[in-house]
């Protein structure tokens, strides 16, 4: 019923910057809070940052004052602008909403199937 779609990733060198999109699209309702989350090979995975609807956001300790969250509610997209991008921020990057689907009364979390970045030189 929800498809979250990531965008954006793909090889960067260090100190180089991207940014990701991921687009909700379906029978949506509304969307409380978006997230981006990482997991690198054999490692767990992490929140990177958080957005509630309206606009409050948290980081990961390691990627404060680099990334930035942002979201466009009219459009259900979730960004996340990466600057001064290190090597340790290598990892597969999914897309994670909260979304309230049409004639539901609860939210639902839905993934993306993610996106890779890889910063190497």
């Known amino acids: 019923q929800v498809q979250l779609v990531e965008s954006g990733g793909g090889l960067v060198q260090p100190g180089g910057s991207l940014r990701l999109s991921c687009a909700a699209s379906?029978?949506?309702?509304?969307?409380?809070?978006m997230a981006w989350y990482r997991q690198a090979p054999g490692k767990q995975r992490d929140l990177v940052a958080r957005?509630?609807?309206?606009?409050?956001?948290n980081y990961a300790d390691s990627v404060k004052g680099r990334f930035t969250i942002s979201r466009d509610n009219a459009k259900n997209t979730v960004y996340l602008q990466m600057n001064s991008l290190k090597p340790e921020d290598t990892a597969v990057y999914l897309c994670?909403?909260?979304?309230?689907?049409?004639?539901?009364?609860?939210?639902?979390?839905?993934w993306g199937q993610g996106t890779q970045v890889t910063v190497s030189s």
């Open positions: 379906g029978s949506i309702f509304s969307i409380y809070d």
């Open positions: 994670n909403a909260n979304v309230r689907v049409v004639g539901d009364s609860y939210y639902r979390s839905y």
């Open positions: 957005i509630s609807s309206g606009g409050s956001t």
